[in-house]
């Protein structure tokens, strides 16, 4: 089997070698918004209203006087499960888009990722799933996390913070794998029900979280710590209303920059050229599906922040098995995002 490292510098060598110039000022732009508390609010309160027109309605105002200055109470607990899940709905979404390429049942991908013997391509495509994951948390943990250095698209990234998400993305893998045996040998509908099932579980969510949680602290040569302090078990933090209400309005952002991001490696279009033609509905089927697939990759992995139990809900599913009318609101969202941050990369 190879090893992590190896794997881990294979993924890190598929980055873009060189860039043009206007690719060098599109990426610099496109990092300055991405870390500006202003334009998350902006563009929160964008794809908020896009939500409402897509249902035929007025939007309200976005945040109403209360909502300005109110808190809520949120349980630590499941905070901390929600941090660590984010490498959980990569492999989860990325593995869905893999497979409606392969055509490959979902235990195939998880055998391959987790013996690394899965191809280049698709392990960097499973790290900007990870990356676009960890993003959509990080304003529901607090607003000002999106002004760190970090906070950058996923092509700028170190090669530490690749191979943080790639120790996530083998971990979630075996782990996933491990807990699907009973439906090895069998279709793939009834391998997706068995995913299904597992995505609404609470327990499992535990078990993932506790699991990629001990993951990230290996991978940096640690010992994992307890998962939860005693004190944690029943806890509470004050969170901001108005950030959350922002937090929730912007998974369709981080999934527009994660898959234009994807899409400019395969392609070497530019940022904005990828921009304008979603915003005007010329981007292709396929490019299209690639990006609703990240926009419900991202909305996962804010679920768990507002509660843990919204997992158990009938729409936390696998993105193959969405209604239409539900990938119609990722569509939504995605112009909507689009047509907003190219307008913003414009300016002066």
């Known amino acids: 089997m190879k090893s992590l490292a190896a794997i881990s510098f294979a993924i890190i060598a598929l980055q873009t070698p060189s860039c043009t110039q206007d690719q060098v000022g599109q990426m610099g732009r496109l990092q300055a918004l991405l870390q500006s508390q202003d334009f998350a609010l902006e563009m929160a309160t964008s794809l908020d209203a896009a939500y409402y027109r897509g249902l035929g309605q007025t939007p ?27 490498g959980f709905y990569a492999v989860e979404s990325g593995m869905g888009v893999i497979a409606e390429s392969t055509k490959e049942a979902p235990l195939q991908i998880l055998d391959s990722l987790a013996s690394g013997a899965r191809s280049k391509d698709d ?4 790290a900007r799933f990870a990356n676009a994951t960890w993003k959509a948390g990080q304003p529901f943990r607090s607003l000002n996390r999106i002004t760190r250095d970090n906070f950058r698209p996923a092509a700028l990234l170190s090669e530490g913070d690749l191979k943080k998400d790639f120790v996530q993305i083998v971990a979630a893998a075996r782990l996933l794998r491990d807990n699907m045996q009973d439906v090895r040998g069998q279709s793939a509908p ?16 535990v078990e993932m979280a506790m ?13 994992p710590p307890p998962f939860l302090k005693p004190e944690e078990e029943t806890a509470t933090t004050t969170k ?16 527009v920059e994660a898959g234009i991001g994807v899409i400019s490696e395969r392609t070497t279009d530019l940022p904005l050229d990828i921009l304008d033609s979603i915003a005007k509905g010329t ?11 990240f926009a419900n990759a991202t909305w996962k992995a804010g679920q768990p922040f507002r509660s843990l139990s919204r997992i158990t809900r009938d729409n936390f599913r696998p993105a193959v098995l969405l209604s239409d009318d539900e990938l119609k609101k990722d ?11 190219a307008d913003a990369m414009r300016r002066k």
């Open 190 to 205: 009834q391998q997706l029900s068995r995913l299904q099932a597992l995505m609404q579980s609470r327990d499992f969510a």
């Open 60 to 86: 309200p105002p976005f945040l109403t006087s209360q909502e300005q200055t109110a808190t809520t109470q949120k349980s630590v607990r499941e905070e901390k499960i929600a941090i660590n899940l984010a």
């Open 211 to 223: 699991f990629l949680d001990m993951a990230y602290y290996r991978g940096q040569g640690q010992m």
């Open 240 to 255: 901001s209303a108005r950030e959350e209400k922002i937090a929730i309005n912007l998974a369709g952002f981080y999934a």
């Open 331 to 341: 569509f939504d969202q995605i112009r909507a995002a689009a047509a907003t941050l």
């Open 283 to 293: 981007r292709s089927q396929q490019d299209m599906l690639l990006l609703a697939r």
């Open 123 to 126: 392990m960097l495509l499973l």
